[in-house]
């Protein structure tokens, strides 16, 4: 398990975190949903894919299976997807359109082929920051998942802030990692 310390900022946007990406770095966000976390970035050459694209900008992909060449990227930044949850109260339809799993066995089957994909597709020394959870939800990557990610990529700094989610009981976890 992964120690971290909770700050008292609530962070929304990837433009908030301390760890900054230099302007022009070649960034993929395989998970880009609506692009509403990319908000006040400095300009960065930002590619984006969703399973199921929610704007023009956003490129068609699986992250299981990226369509890149390999060591392209300087970075990876994203916030994986969540499973679908059983009521609807706390969810906004518009994120059932993108890539929710039905069930935890599903998903976690996953990640270690994301953590593979990714790198692939970065650069030598490439990071990679991934938005995750701690708490009560089971429906999200959490923080004792993180060792999936451990074979291809060195952790490198974590910390967590409070959820987004008024309602949440959760802790936004941010991880931040290099690649082996």
């Known amino acids: 398990m992964y120690d971290y310390e909770v700050v008292d900022e609530k962070i929304i946007y ?10 022009f770095t070649f ?16 300009p960065i050459w930002l590619t984006a894919t969703d399973i199921n694209p929610s704007k023009p900008t956003i490129h068609k992909a699986d992250a299981s299976n990226l369509p890149f ?11 994986p997807p969540h499973l679908i949850r059983n009521d609807l109260k706390h ?15 599903e998903l976690e089957k ?8 990714f790198h692939r597709v970065t650069r030598p020394g490439a990071n990679l920051m991934l938005k995750t959870v701690d708490g009560p ?3 999200v990557l959490k923080v004792k998942d993180l060792e999936m990610f ?3 990529w060195t952790l490198l700094d974590i910390f967590g802030s409070k959820s987004g989610a008024g309602w949440s009981k959760t802790t936004t ?8």
């Open 173 to 180: 976890i941010y991880s931040y990692w290099e690649r082996k």
């Open 110 to 117: 996953l990640w270690p082929e994301w953590s593979t994909e």
């Open 27 to 42: 960034v993929l966000d395989p998970f880009a949903g609506e692009m509403k976390v990319w908000k006040n970035i400095e």
């Open 137 to 139: 939800d089971y429906r």
């Open 14 to 23: 990837f433009s908030q975190l301390p760890w900054k990406l230099v302007p």
């Open 150 to 152: 451990s074979d291809n």
């Open 69 to 79: 060449a390999d060591n392209v990227f300087d970075a990876i930044w994203t916030d």
């Open 91 to 105: 969810w906004n339809k518009n994120y059932l359109k993108f890539g929710n799993y039905k069930n935890r066995k």
